[in-house]
């Protein structure tokens, strides 16, 4: 069936339709992997939008369900150049229009990607819709600019109650803002004891499980729509050992009277390029945010910027001077590298055994 992707700015791209039909409007990103579609399709950080892939060719490889990252596929909905109908794979289970369309969610495919990609480059990131009526495209460019987002995205995707995932180390807790299953695994993996608690967890409850550490996660959206969480994290601050990623290293920035802008088309991604200032080193990490740290915003707080981006030069990662707090905007766990990056959770470990930043 024909569908059309229809942007804010009145630009249409005509295509056929993919996995669900219907319509579905979310901010239009994407994201230059060139493997890991089912993980996308299952982060939460994606969660309220539309992602396309750069790489023209998705679903090669199929579908199981040992990759997921979450219990659902969070993408509103799903943009390719050419979808693979016969996957190929030992371990595929099912192909990505199957698993889509199972799932509800629409998506779009045989556009031209590249011509996208750079239209959000030069415009930035652009409300969409996905569509199968094709009668009157015009008037959904209208409809699209009255249509505002959702701005409580963390409270969608995040855990309702607490839950274990028990081990033999230090207890840490987790603060799930949208948590990716493999950064649970990574930090098993360490042995630590570990309790998932909602994002909106208060202070007093954190404290009464008594933990060694405190985990800030992955999230989506702006962090300043989580005001909540930064009161949390500012008021745990000195208590315990922190480590942050992604949404959790916006929020610790926050929470230390820095501050966070939107960027025009995000890094999402398994090959943007980082610099660790302490050792010069440079990892290929993999991302998926649409928000930075303001570098400025840093000048006189009590901490020192660690990484950088070297596409763009924006904050990557954070240290405070005086207390064992630090953190990253990048997936140390998701191993584009392939596992380059995992010396962070030893350094999450030494913090908790009495080292510094």
């Avoid at 996957?87 to 698993?99: C, F, V, Y």
């Avoid at 930035?124 to 569509?131: F, N, P, R, V």
């Avoid at 009277?257 to 890094?267: E, N, Q, R, S, V």
Wanted: charged content about 20%.
């Amino acid at each position: 069936m024909k569908a059309a992707l229809v942007l804010a700015n009145g630009q249409v791209f005509l295509g056929e339709g993919l996995g669900a039909q219907g319509e579905v409007k979310g901010e239009v990103v994407f994201n230059t992997g060139m493997t890991g579609y089912q993980e996308v399709l299952t982060d939460p950080s994606y969660a309220g939008q539309i992602v396309m892939m750069t790489y023209p060719l998705v679903g090669n490889y199929g579908m199981n369900t040992e990759d997921d990252q979450s219990r659902r596929i969070q993408v509103r909905g799903f943009i390719v150049k050419e979808d693979c109908l016969t996957p190929s794979n030992w371990r595929s289970q099912a192909s990505l229009d199957e698993i889509l369309g199972k799932a509800g969610i629409i998506g779009l495919k045989g556009i031209d990607t590249r011509a996208l990609t750079r239209v959000i480059r030069v415009h930035g990131t652009l409300k969409g819709m996905i569509t199968n009526r094709l009668e009157d495209l015009d008037s959904l460019a209208d409809e699209l600019q009255a249509w505002e987002p959702d701005r409580d995205l963390v409270e969608q995707v995040c855990t309702r109650k607490s839950y274990k995932f028990p081990g033999q180390g230090p207890r840490v807790v987790v603060m799930d803002f949208g948590i990716k299953a493999n950064i649970l695994e990574s930090l098993g993996a360490k042995g630590f004891d570990l309790v998932v608690v909602p994002a909106w967890a208060a202070p007093r409850e954190i404290l009464n499980l008594n933990p060694q550490g405190l985990f800030l996660s992955n999230g989506p959206g702006d962090p300043k729509d989580v005001p909540g969480a930064v009161d949390t994290i500012r008021s745990l601050m000195g208590r315990l050992p922190i480590f942050a990623i992604c949404l959790g290293h916006q929020l610790l920035c926050l929470a230390l009277g820095g501050d966070t802008y939107k960027l025009k088309f995000g890094h999402r991604g398994s090959n943007q390029p980082v610099q660790d200032l302490n050792t010069k080193r440079v990892y290929i990490t993999s991302q998926n945010h649409g928000y930075a740290v303001s570098a400025e915003s840093l000048e006189h707080l009590p901490l020192r910027v660690s990484h950088r981006n070297l596409n763009d030069g924006t904050v990557e990662g954070l240290e405070h001077r005086e207390l064992p707090v630090f953190s990253v905007q990048y997936h140390p766990e998701a191993g584009p590298g392939p596992s380059d990056s995992l010396y962070l959770f030893d350094k999450f470990a030494e913090l908790m055994n009495g080292g510094t930043t």
